[in-house]
């Protein structure tokens, strides 16, 4: 029978746990490679579909002066706030105190040290530390629905996220991204150390660290494949880890089981002694 060219051989090789084992030599290093970054992606494809509904972030866990600073501006003022068409409505009086200034040209930003500054077009917040925030207005605000400062808070804090979805977004991605990546390496790693120091048994045929890196990459196919299914349905980056990871452990259980390493038990159920 005419042997299966790579990629198929791997998929061939996947489905059947002797096979995970006997073609322990069928790909070179950089066909390693692309099986790995391959378990990647594919681990990562409901991470991308689930992507919409990325969550929304605090800013008060980032920057908790943010609350302080407009807990200290008073109420009154905040109701005197009217957007119309995404652009500030001049107050009848002005308003200028040590934490909230109400200026459509935003020239006195620059002497604005901690504080809340309404511009023509935009809020401008300045916190301690240099940190500075800018956030466009909605298409309208009535300062008059603020019941108190943690409304205004809120909303601070909502069209910031509606602002900034793109970032949300990419941010998630590489996060989590990260995360795959390092888990994937050290289980491929890490599982194919263990699993040559079973060559130091007469049983095992195993020779090389390669042979078992090339028997985890083909033990992962079905667990990263289960894993990224659940993940479609029921997405949790944590449970589809833990899915993988011990999806490994009981396919290499498996492997054992029916090849003991060896490959004269693999082929006709007799173990060949080196």
Request: hydrophobic residues 45%; contains cysteine; charged residues 20%.
């Amino acid at each position: 029978m005419k042997k299966k060219s790579f990629p198929i051989s791997y998929f061939v090789n996947s489905c059947s746990f002797k096979k995970m084992f006997l073609g322990r030599r069928d790909l070179n290093a950089i066909q390693m490679i692309f099986v790995s970054i391959f378990l990647v992606f594919l681990l990562l494809n409901p991470v991308v579909y689930h992507s919409k509904n990325v969550p929304e972030y605090d800013l008060n866990e980032f920057l908790p002066d943010l609350t302080k600073t407009v807990e200290k501006i008073s109420l009154t003022d905040l109701q005197q706030i009217k957007v119309e068409n995404h652009q500030l409505v001049q107050p009848q009086e002005p308003i200028k105190e040590d934490f909230l200034i109400v200026n459509l040209n935003g020239k006195e930003h620059a002497t604005m040290k901690n504080g809340v500054m309404f511009t023509n077009k935009t809020i401008e917040i300045k916190l301690k530390g240099d940190t500075d925030l800018t956030i466009a207005y909605p298409k309208s605000i009535n300062g008059s629905d603020f019941n108190s400062n943690q409304d205004f808070l809120t909303m601070i804090n909502k069209e910031w996220n509606n602002q900034n979805s793109v970032y949300r977004y990419f941010s998630m991605i590489i996060l989590v991204s990260l995360l795959v990546v390092v888990t994937v390496l050290f289980l491929v790693f890490g599982a194919s150390f263990f699993i040559l120091l079973t060559k130091k048994n007469q049983m095992s045929t195993i020779k090389t660290y390669k042979e078992s890196v090339n028997v985890v990459l083909n033990a992962m196919f079905i667990p990263t494949l289960l894993a990224t299914v659940v993940g479609f349905i029921s997405y949790d980056i944590t449970v589809m880890l833990m899915i993988q990871s011990l999806g490994l452990g009981l396919v290499m259980l498996l492997i054992f089981v029916k090849t003991k390493f060896n490959d004269g038990y693999a082929l006709d159920g007799k173990l060949s002694i080196n």
